[in-house]
């Protein structure tokens, strides 16, 4: 009996052994608030950890974080607890990390939340096409846009890219409008115009803002915030 017994452990699956690990390079912003010293550590080469700014004005350069199975787990640099965890995609071979801090009031986090929420965008062609802007929605409710010709909406957690706007003006100006449902009205945030140019894509990102509860709509031109508009 005990040799059957054996033989049946051994055919099980080895479910202590060590999940794979990838370096994907990781660029960081984040959204809300002022303070641009605040950083986070994630896993790196051969164990170490490496500090990933989170910088409000600027994306940061890419980082190499290690990816272990599918997820990339942040710690807050003084207490070393968990401040956040991501997924990532499998196919991802470069990534955008957005951190949003778990807003305080207003629209407040679950008992237990980690300290940012963090949405992984994968670094492509797809998501960010030359010229073109990618969207995504942090609210907590569905938002709805136009830029240019695109006429779109997104539920929470939602991101899309679209191509440059062909109906440009002489300026390459086209019109950008974004609506928040609102205590269950839709609500204007932004109505005006950006320059499209092949050497310039927007990131536009829907998020409530931790430290009034309001929902909010930032732009970041290429590599640096440009404008943010509440409702």
Sequence with gaps: MRILLLSLLLLLPDTGSAQEVRQVPCRFLRLGGDDDSETVLAPSVKGAEVNCPLSTSSISAEIICSVVGSTINFHSRGDQKTAGIVTLPVTAKRALLVFVKTPSKGETGKPGALPWRILAIEDTPRNFP??????????????????????????????????????????????????????????????????????????????????????????????????????
């Design 130 to 231: 030359e010229g073109g802007a990618f969207i995504a929605n942090f609210y907590n409710n569905d938002i709805r846009f136009v830029v240019g010709e695109h006429r779109g909406m997104l539920h929470p957690a939602g991101g899309h890219g679209y191509a440059m706007p062909l109906e440009r003006d002489s300026f390459n100006m086209a019109p950008v409008v974004f609506e928040f449902l609102y205590n269950g009205q839709w609500r204007t945030v932004k109505e005006n115009n950006l320059r499209f140019l092949p050497t310039i894509r927007y990131l536009i990102f829907a998020y409530v803002d931790p430290e009034s509860g309001r929902p909010r709509i930032s732009t970041v031109q290429d590599l640096e915030i440009s404008e943010t508009h509440d409702p």
